[in-house]
């Protein structure tokens, strides 16, 4: 059994910073790409960044100079340091991990955290 799990979200002002981190528990052999998603009311759960087991990084153009993603490969997790956010960043956030185990290559998703960007 393989978990993901997301903390870190809440309610915060415009222009304002938050952190979520994502930790992968159980049995497996390698966390290889991490990811971030995000869904808003109506709208299509979309790519948000990413990180690979090297530390190579790649992020949605909307976010991209205000969010770093990042991973501790000691904890198998990995964070979203989130800055000068924007009421439209307001979104339920997911976190997936591609991660190797017994049975073969997997994704797996978190439960996902709420983000509220008041204006």
Not at 90 to 99: F, L, Q, R
Request: net charge positive; glycine share 12%; charged share 15%.
């Amino acid at each position: 059994q393989v978990h993901v799990v997301e903390s870190g979200g809440g309610l915060v002002q415009a222009g304002g910073s938050l952190r979520l981190s994502c930790a992968a528990s159980g049995s497996y052999f390698t966390i290889n790409v991490m990811g971030w998603y995000r869904q808003a009311p109506g709208k299509q759960r979309e790519f948000v960044a990413r990180i690979n087991s090297l530390g190579n990084t790649m992020y949605a153009g909307s976010v991209e100079g205000r969010f770093t993603i990042s991973r501790d490969n000691a904890k198998n997790t990995e964070y979203l340091q989130m800055n000068s956010l924007k009421p439209e960043d307001t979104a339920v956030y997911y976190c997936n991990a591609e991660i190797d185990t017994r049975g073969g290559r997997y994704v797996y998703w978190g439960q996902g955290t709420q983000v509220t960007v008041s204006s």
